[in-house]
């Protein structure tokens, strides 16, 4: 089952829509128990990296299991930034540290927040890329993410810099952007996600 953790930080209404529009079945729980459960878990983000480490902590455990048995997971928005070990704009506030590195405020010299569409390009292989070539995805960002290991860049997106668009290392991924809200593209990158197996 697709579950869809329900932390108080995330737009659910929005993520759960990309879903539907798929034909996919879904749930949105709090339960850790009912989570520890799923086969595919999405974590969705909005807001400020140190609020949503707060109330993550209680999921931190079944997040971890569920990512060492190599269950599909998706983080998006803030949830792909609550991945990374750090953040610029929470100081000593610790991530997930699923991802080695931090996150950075946008660079001086362009628009802030990054909001509207913008290009992806592929730079490696990722099942939830597959097909994926060249389209433009929906972003609303102030904060990106700069990991250690640059191998795990899986789509870039030009905004003065190189934007590490979407992670990917095993079945863990991520997307800066909103899939959910970037026409057949973006769910595209949904089904590619719901049809990987555990």
Same mark, same amino acid.
């Given at each position: 089952?697709?579950?869809?953790? &329900?932390?108080?930080?995330?737009? @659910?209404?929005?993520?759960?829509?990309? $879903?539907?529009?798929?034909?996919? +079945?879904?749930?949105?729980? &709090? +339960?850790?128990?009912?989570?520890? +459960?799923?086969?595919? @878990?999405?974590?969705?983000?909005? *807001?400020?990296? *140190?609020?949503?480490? #707060? /109330?993550?902590?209680? $999921?931190?455990?079944? !997040? #971890?299991?569920?990512?060492?048995?190599?269950?599909?997971?998706?983080?998006?928005?803030?949830?792909?930034?609550?991945?990374? %070990? #750090?953040?610029?704009?929470?100081?000593?506030?610790?991530?997930?540290?699923?991802?080695?590195?931090?996150? #950075?405020? @946008?660079?001086?010299?362009?628009?802030?927040?990054?909001?509207?569409?913008?290009?992806? /390009?592929?730079?490696?292989?990722?099942?939830?890329?597959?097909? !994926?070539?060249?389209?433009?995805?929906?972003?609303?960002?102030?904060?990106?993410?700069?990991? &250690? +290991?640059? &191998?795990?860049?899986? *789509?870039?997106?030009?905004?003065?810099?190189?934007?590490?668009?979407?992670?990917?290392?095993?079945?863990?991924?991520?997307?800066?952007?909103?899939?959910?809200?970037?026409?057949?593209?973006?769910?595209?990158?949904?089904?590619?996600?719901? %049809?990987?197996?555990?």
């Amino acid at each position: 089952m697709i579950t869809i953790i &329900d932390y108080k930080s995330g737009n @659910l209404k929005s993520i759960s829509n990309g $879903f539907k529009k798929i034909g996919e +079945d879904f749930q949105i729980t &709090d +339960d850790v128990e009912v989570i520890s +459960d799923a086969t595919h @878990l999405v974590l969705p983000g909005v *807001g400020a990296f *140190g609020s949503a480490m #707060e /109330n993550l902590e209680l $999921f931190r455990d079944v !997040i #971890e299991e569920h990512i060492a048995d190599d269950k599909p997971f998706l983080g998006v928005c803030l949830g792909q930034q609550v991945l990374m %070990s #750090e953040s610029e704009e929470s100081p000593n506030i610790r991530g997930l540290d699923l991802f080695k590195g931090r996150c #950075e405020f @946008l660079p001086k010299g362009v628009k802030v927040p990054h909001m509207g569409w913008n290009q992806l /390009n592929v730079v490696k292989d990722s099942a939830i890329l597959e097909g !994926i070539d060249k389209e433009y995805f929906y972003f609303v960002h102030s904060y990106h993410v700069i990991p &250690d +290991d640059s &191998d795990i860049i899986a *789509g870039t997106c030009d905004y003065g810099i190189d934007v590490a668009a979407s992670l990917s290392q095993n079945n863990l991924f991520s997307t800066q952007f909103h899939p959910e809200k970037s026409g057949k593209a973006g769910l595209r990158i949904l089904k590619n996600f719901t %049809s990987i197996k555990e």
